[in-house]
């Protein structure tokens, strides 16, 4: 079986019950076959550092992707600081995309699977450190890259001269302290989120900074429900 579930011996046949691959189980083995069945489903030990177009894994805390996943970006463009993996999974979810990559090697990887929307650009890491980089007015910027973030916020945010970003992604934020500090200087208001990445053995933290002025998220019609969430039909939500 791939995943683990409850079932109600009162409701199935005998032959069924009978059969190896169903466990019987205590309510904590339930639980913690629950919590399995989750990170499976999550990609807890998929190797971030390979590239999948057609399933793609950013190296982004799961609570900040499930946010992503229930705004609705489609109408935005994004800047994004560090390319990868997540440069697949937001080609889906933004009008457009700008990416700057300092890894010769891994740039080259990456652009076979790029979508027409999506510029791609090499950049030597001190100058991207130093803010070498043109921003065009791009609503959300994501700072993901590997070497100097802080001081990569500090001179990018003194060069703006009018408009800014609505938000600012700070991956690791746990990490760059100072880097948030200088965001909350600019009038940046930071929402943590703290959770699981991708085959990593530690929580981390993804934190969106947002110009509570200007960041207006709509929320996706549908709702967005993830993996195992449970649907129901609550009287209790009756006007």
């Known amino acids: 079986m791939r995943y683990y579930a409850r079932l109600n011996p009162a409701k199935l046949d005998q032959q069924f019950l009978n059969r190896p691959e169903v466990l019987r189980l205590s309510d904590v083995g339930a639980q913690l076959g629950f919590g399995l069945s989750v990170l499976n489903e999550r990609g ?22 499930d946010f992503v996943e229930c705004i609705d970006f489609s109408g935005q463009r994004l800047l994004e600081l560090g390319a990868g993996s997540s440069t697949l999974w937001f080609q889906r979810r933004f009008a457009q995309v700008r990416s700057f990559e300092t890894n010769p090697e891994w740039s080259q990887q990456l652009k076979g699977y790029l979508a027409p929307h999506v510029e791609l650009t090499l950049v030597d890491l001190k100058a991207l450190e130093s803010a070498e980089v043109d921003y065009r007015g791009e609503e959300l910027v994501v700072v993901d890259f590997a070497g100097h973030r802080t ?24 990490w760059y302290r100072n880097g948030a500090g200088v965001l909350a200087r600019h009038g940046y208001h930071e929402i943590p989120f703290h959770g699981f990445k991708c085959g990593q053995p530690h929580l981390s933290c993804t934190s969106l900074f947002i110009d509570p002025a200007r960041f207006a998220p709509r929320v996706k019609e549908p709702f967005h429900r993830p993996a195992f969430s449970r649907p129901v039909d609550n009287p209790w939500d009756e006007p």
């Open 151 to 174: 001081r990569f916020l500090g001179r990018f945010l003194e060069r703006l001269s009018g408009q800014r970003p609505q938000a600012i992604v700070l991956d690791n934020a746990d």
């Open 44 to 65: 807890i030990l998929r190797d971030p550092n390979l590239l999948d177009a057609n399933d793609p894994v950013p190296l982004l805390t799961w609570p900040f992707l």
